[in-house]
């Protein structure tokens, strides 16, 4: 694996280069501090200047030249990653070691390059069939969040333990802004995307600097606003967690609980974070949590937990029998004390294997060696062969040690009808 | 060891059968880290009836779901501890026609091998080890029926599939699931888990004739009663389907979806084979509906749908064409769906672009060692054997012979169901 990172006046560029796979990875992502309205119009906006453009003015023409590119994506996206939010372009293409058709790669970068500069505008106003689309898409699957108890139970505990901040935002809480928006508006923030800070990632394996001299040619925009890496929110401890419960009409209960994981250095956050929570959770059936709720109980199918490193948090789902909510919550809580003094020489071995065969299953997996570089680049995160070295020094007393900084803050239970259960 | 040449990829898969009968496919690739490696038995949710030396057995639905999740345990062991001892992942899955047990290892490749092959032909089962995995297999039963987009899927399957158990969810039904017995559990691995109705793949970065050499070691001195010829009964599907319109109405979704589903039978396209039907339809369908097509491009830019998806399916000797939609007006788009259904066409430029698209998809298969195993189960549980064969149908595919396939669709065996959100006015009532 070949790093090599190049600044340019419009953007900085990463060139990754493994030459082991068949395909390439470009991704390129507008940044910018984190705004709840500008959110969902780049939101919006990364799909409509991937949907359509000048030339090829709707999918159906964007789908052929792909397929006559051998492009197997080329799809735009958004995200908010701690106070910062990303709008990303990404394309996957066929190595050009694998094709044999002139110009093929110039081809390829011309064209992600040409959606991206000529959007489906006249006059300073997006074509409204295209902008109605994109917000019909947005808000159909904005609005089967509202039928997912999974993702109203998360979103409802955020929405309790920082309600204003960045970490609870989602795209759902805007639904009365996006049925506002007019198409009118979107132009002005077209303007704006393509002057934000610019960041492009290609991983694979690379043509003798082509791609380089590629994006020089193709780049359109003076992108020349610069903005820091720094993504971390902190939020604050509380001394007494805050707990709600609702009550639903779902046969099971659902039960989020959300942890403080502050002041952790380097050193813990990129790896000994790892193994507490192989420990705790991904070990699957051999973690804490499954061994208290699923092995020895019976009371749930699948325990799912989001670290959220940029908002130094840990979310803990469950979703389990109706009426065994309070049973299920001092298991969990049980499982969490158990992390500052019970860990067994078994579970911390087994912790360092997983960690050791997750770094080499990286290395097989395109999209995880870009992951890796992008934590590196915005995270401060090491790269692979410091990485190798340095998750071997981890030792039981520092997961102790981080086990003492996980703090509960919120509770949050969405509780299952036992009479829908019993109509069964 | 025998060489099976890929033209579309110009890949090869290496394949052996060990002492036992077992078949083994192996495909290597030096640049890679990690190791796939997936034991499949060809015995999947839909056997539940079965003859063997000319005495039928039953068993309840779920029950080759309910013993893979104990099969991860040998005499008080947990095996899943064993492979994480050993440095790698394990998991296993079940579906309609087979149950596949796999592990992702970059290290301990012998060691690891032997465990997979122990543990999945070991037949250890206890009466507590059945009733601890009771309640986990209820909840996660019960997982999906707050769902009602999983509802209207199983309506819209029991209805399509009346008689065929490709219509049981995999998991069982919750009745069933309570009185699956240990005996139950230990009939299915004495008859199925056997090398003849199982296969092995190998993929990723290893020595062939190294693990060749395990697994010949390993087998050689494993002994299986001879139980005599056992069949699956599957009961004969008719044409007919139970309902021929329905609509759900639910308060715990907020869009509309609209199903429109086409059932023919294999015997309905004159003496074709499978692949020829299969791929001939998937090619006119993409032409017509797909996000090329000028149909999509009509529902979808003029807002008369958010999402429309055609696809086309085989259940054993059923062809299915299906259109999945999410619209206000779902009957509108059913209308529109039918009149394109009846002037329907391919030209070459067409099949030229889907060849293309499938030599994308096939060069990068490669990149992915799961994807890699994933192709060969499924080409050996659909087809009996690797073949490039769908590829070489495609290539010599013509309008004309697409056309005449076509022709033997029964466009009036139809089913439309639609689940809407109740309004929010009729709640109030």
């Keep these: ?144 969040c509202k039928d997912d108890n999974n993702f109203l139970s998360i979103n409802k505990a955020l929405k309790l333990f920082a309600p204003s901040s960045p970490t609870s935002f989602h795209l759902f809480d805007m639904i009365d802004f996006i049925e506002n928006l007019k198409c009118e508006d979107m132009y002005k923030y077209y303007e704006e995307l393509i002057k934000e800070h610019v960041d492009i990632f290609i991983t694979g394996g690379l043509n003798n600097g082509k791609e380089e001299k590629l994006i020089k040619k193709y780049f359109p925009f003076k992108s020349t606003k610069k903005l820091d890496r720094n993504e971390v929110i902190n939020h604050n401890y509380r001394m007494i967690p805050i707990k709600k419960v609702e009550k639903s009409k779902f046969k099971q209960s659902t039960i989020v609980t959300i942890y403080n ?68 919550l001092k298991l969990i809580k049980k ?59 981890v030792t039981i007393d520092d997961i102790y040690s981080l086990a003492k900084k996980v703090k509960l803050n919120t509770v949050y239970v969405l509780k299952g009808d036992i009479n829908e259960r019993n109509q069964d | 060891m025998k060489e099976i040449k890929i033209k579309s990829s110009n890949e090869s898969i290496y394949t052996f059968n060990a002492p036992t009968g077992l078949p083994v496919y192996m495909w290597v690739n ?58 790698c992942d394990s998991n296993a899955y079940t579906s309609l026609n087979e149950t596949s047990y796999e592990v992702y290892a970059n290290t301990n490749l012998k060691e690891v091998l032997k465990l997979l092959l122990d543990f999945v032909y070991d037949n250890y089962f206890t009466k507590k080890l059945v009733d601890n995995e009771r309640g986990i297999i209820l909840e996660e039963c019960n997982y999906g029926k707050d769902d009602p987009e999983h509802e209207f899927y199983r309506r819209n399957v029991e209805s399509y599939l009346p008689k065929s158990t490709h219509r049981i969810p995999v998991i069982g039904y919750e009745k069933d699931i309570k009185s699956i017995t240990i005996d139950d559990i230990a009939l299915i691995h004495d008859f199925f888990y056997r090398p003849e109705n199982m296969f092995l793949t190998i993929t990723g970065n290893f020595d062939k004739e190294e693990l060749e050499k395990v697994i010949n070691e390993n087998e050689k001195e494993r002994k299986f009663k001879d139980i005599g010829k056992i069949k699956i009964n599957l009961p004969k599907e008719s044409k007919k389907m139970l309902e021929k319109d329905f609509v759900i109405e639910s308060d715990k979704c907020s869009n509309t979806l609209g199903k429109y589903i086409i059932k ?103 990149d992915n060692i799961y994807e890699v195993s994933g ?55």
Excluded: W
Excluded at chain 1, 337 to 356: G, L, Q
Excluded at chain 1, 362 to 367: H, P, Q, Y
Excluded at chain 2, 57 to 83: C, M, R
């Design chain 2, 30 to 87: 030096k640049d890679k880290t990690n190791v796939h490696m997936t034991l499949t038995v060809k015995y999947g949710s839909s056997g539940i009836n079965f003859t063997c030396a000319g005495v039928k057995y039953s068993v309840p639905t779920g029950t080759a779901h309910y013993l893979e999740h104990i099969k991860f345990n040998i005499k008080d062991q947990d095996v899943s501890k064993l492979f994480y001892d050993l440095g």
């Design chain 1, 1 to 144: 694996m070949k790093y090599k990172t190049i600044k340019e006046k419009n953007y900085n560029l990463q060139l990754i280069d493994v030459p082991n796979f068949r395909s390439c990875h470009f991704a390129l992502i507008f940044r910018d501090d984190f705004d709840p309205k500008k959110a969902v119009c780049y939101a919006l906006l990364s799909d409509m200047i991937t949907d359509a453009n000048k030339d090829l003015p709707s999918s159906k023409y964007v789908l052929r030249k792909m397929e006559d590119n051998y492009i197997l994506n080329f799809y735009g996206s958004f995200s908010n990653v701690g106070n910062k939010m990303q709008t990303y372009i990404v394309c996957d293409y066929v190595d050009p070691r694998y094709i044999r058709e002139d110009n093929y790669l110039d081809n390829v970068y011309k064209f992600i390059f040409d959606m991206l500069k000529k959007p489906l505008v006249k006059n300073n106003v997006f074509d409204e069939k295209l902008f109605n689309l994109a917000k019909r898409r947005l808000l159909t699957d904005l609005k089967s």
């Design chain 1, 335 to 393: 499982a969490f004390s158990d992390m500052k003094n019970k860990i067994s020489n078994e579970e911390f071995v087994r912790a360092y294997y997983a960690y050791e065969s997750s770094l080499k299953g990286m290395v097989d997996s395109i999209g995880a060696i870009n992951r890796l570089y992008m934590n590196m680049y915005y995270g401060g995160f090491s790269n692979y062969d410091i990485k190798k070295k340095e998750f071997k020094k």
């Design chain 1, 261 to 328: 994981v502050n002041n952790l250095s380097m050193f813990e956050r990129e790896f000994v974070a790892s193994y507490y929570l192989n420990i705790l959770n991904t070990a699957n059936l051999n973690s804490k949590l499954y061994q208290y709720l699923r092995n020895e109980n019976s009371l749930c199918y699948t325990i799912n937990s989001y670290p959220i490193d940029r908002s130094n948090i840990l979310i803990i789902k469950v979703t389990v029998k109706a009426g065994e909510e309070r049973k299920a």
């Design chain 2, 264 to 366: 023919s039978m294999l015997s309905d396209f004159k003496g074709k084979s499978k692949k020829e039907v299969l791929v001939s339809l998937r090619a006119l369908i993409n032409a017509n509906f797909g996000p090329t097509s000028d149909f999509y491009e009509n529902v979808i830019q003029n807002g008369l749908a958010t999402k429309c998806r055609a696809s086309v399916t085989f259940d054993d000797d059923v062809v299915g064409i299906f259109f999945n939609v999410i619209s206000d007006n779902p009957e509108n788009i059913f209308n529109l769906i039918e009149e394109k259904l009846n002037n329907m066409d391919i030209t070459k430029e067409d099949i030229s672009r889907i060849l293309k698209k499938n030599i994308t998809s096939s060069i990068l298969r490669y």
């Design chain 2, 375 to 429: 192709y060969i189960i499924s080409s050996i549980i659909d087809d009996g054997q690797i073949n490039d064969d769908r590829f070489e149908i495609l290539k010599k595919l013509t309008p004309k012979k697409v056309m005449d396939i076509y022709k033997c669709v029964d466009l009036s065996n139809k089913m439309t169901s639609i689940l809407k959100p109740i309004k929010k006015e009729t709640i109030k009532k």
